[in-house]
Structure formats: C-alpha cells, structure tokens
C-alpha cells in the first residue's frame, strides 16, 4: 500500500520560476490538502480539496494553485516562485466522515515532504 | 485570533514519564488531534479526542478538557525513539485544523 506518494522530495528553483508539487494517493481518501512547514511555526493549510472538481482556498493561498481532477491527484503549482516560498511542503489525505460534508479532515495522512529552496 | 500554544522544547531521560501540554483559543471545536514528527519526516497520526477525559493507547495518553482549552499528551516507559516533535492540532467549527508549533521532545539516556 503506498499511501500518499509525493513528488519531488527536493527541488532548487530561481526566483520567478514555476513548477508542480506531485502528490497522489491510493487510498481513495475524499479529502486531500496541501500545508507549508517552516521554523517555529505550525503546519499551515495552503490550498485544500473536498473531492474531484472542487478545491478551495487555505489559509495562505496566495502564489499557489491547485486544480484536482481525479480522486487519486492533487497538484500544487508555484506560478512564478519568491524566496518567501522556501519551505517544506506535505501533501496530505483523509477519509472525511460523511456527517461533516467532507469537510472534516479526520486522521491526515502525509506524503513524506518536498524540500523546496527559491534563490 | 485563532492560537495553539504548546512549550517550544522539552527534555526527558529514557524510562520517565513526560507530559506535554497544549492549550488552545479556537473558534469552535469540533475535535483535537496529537500528531508525532521525527526530524526530516512527515507527521503521524497519535491520538483524536473530541469528548472530555483521558484517551489511552499504549504508551501513549492524551487528555482534553474542552471547558480549559486544554489537553495533553502523556508518554510512558520513553523510549530513544519516541525523540521527535509532537504537533497539537485543533478542529475549528469550520473544520479546518488550527496548528500548533510543536513540542520538541529530547530523551536523554
């Protein structure tokens, strides 16, 4: 079973440069997201997805987009990179309880981590 | 302001008990999720609770008290490996999780 597969694990991209976050799973989770990890702060929720089709806005959205297909697949992409977007990005997974109208997250499951570095 | 407060660092030797606290201002609860990070690792998930009282599973504990804003998180018999941060997360009435920083937790021999 591999759960939640992200991909790259490291990335180094020049300022202004775009680029694709992978991430997929097979577990047929409804819910997926993506979250930010930096120093002495906690995970933060950049976009995230109910389900195939719909997706909505994190908490720091701002030079990210997402678009989810499939239930598998769950892109993120970095339209024009900045330094501030340096950072350790996860992708994450649950299978919401159908009382929340998939909007609760329930147990996460996290892809292993894109390293990504903007110079 | 949404807001996790848990200690930034926590040392404990190896066999000892340690209890790390998390206390939180949330608009909305809807449940509280302890979650253990080792160093250049993705989170895993530890424990939910949504009711009020102690959760045990193994070695592992956690406590919420809905009324206080409060949990925490009670490790036993520590072990070399249990070395990681342990990230607070909080359910919003939006159902969105509020995170904490994490705790990192040292165990010393």
């Known amino acids: 079973n591999a759960g939640v597969t992200q991909t790259p694990k490291f990335q180094v991209l020049k300022t202004g440069q775009s680029m694709t976050l992978q991430c997929a799973q097979d577990m047929n989770h409804e819910y997926m997201s993506w979250y930010r990890q930096d120093p002495g702060m906690g995970l933060r929720l950049i976009h995230y997805?109910?389900?195939?089709?719909?997706?909505d806005q994190g908490e720091v959205p701002n030079g990210y987009n997402v678009s989810r297909s499939t239930t598998e697949d769950f892109p993120l992409r970095l339209l024009s990179a900045a330094p501030s977007q340096t950072s350790v990005y996860f992708c994450?997974?649950?299978?919401?309880?159908?009382?929340?109208?998939?909007?609760?997250?329930?147990?996460?499951?996290f892809g292993e981590g894109s390293r990504l570095t903007v110079l | 302001g949404q807001n996790i407060d848990q200690p930034t660092e926590m040392t404990a030797t190896e066999g000892a008990i340690v209890q790390i606290n998390c206390t939180y201002q949330?608009?909305?609860?809807?449940?509280l999720f302890w979650y253990q990070q080792h160093a250049g690792e993705a989170p895993t998930f530890l424990s939910y609770n949504v009711l009020d009282g102690l959760e045990e599973k193994g070695r592992f504990s956690s406590f919420l008290s809905r009324s206080k804003g409060y949990s925490y998180l009670l490790l036993k018999e520590l072990q070399m490996k249990d070395s990681a941060s342990y990230l607070c997360?909080?359910?919003?009435?939006?159902?969105?999780?509020?995170w904490g920083a994490g705790t990192k937790l040292i165990i010393k021999p």
């Open positions: 997805s109910v389900g195939a089709g719909i997706t």
């Open positions: 997360a909080v359910e919003d009435s939006n159902y969105q999780l509020i």
């Open positions: 949330t608009s909305g609860f809807n449940g």
């Open positions: 994450a997974s649950s299978y919401p309880p159908s009382t929340s109208g998939g909007r609760n997250t329930g147990e996460l499951f």
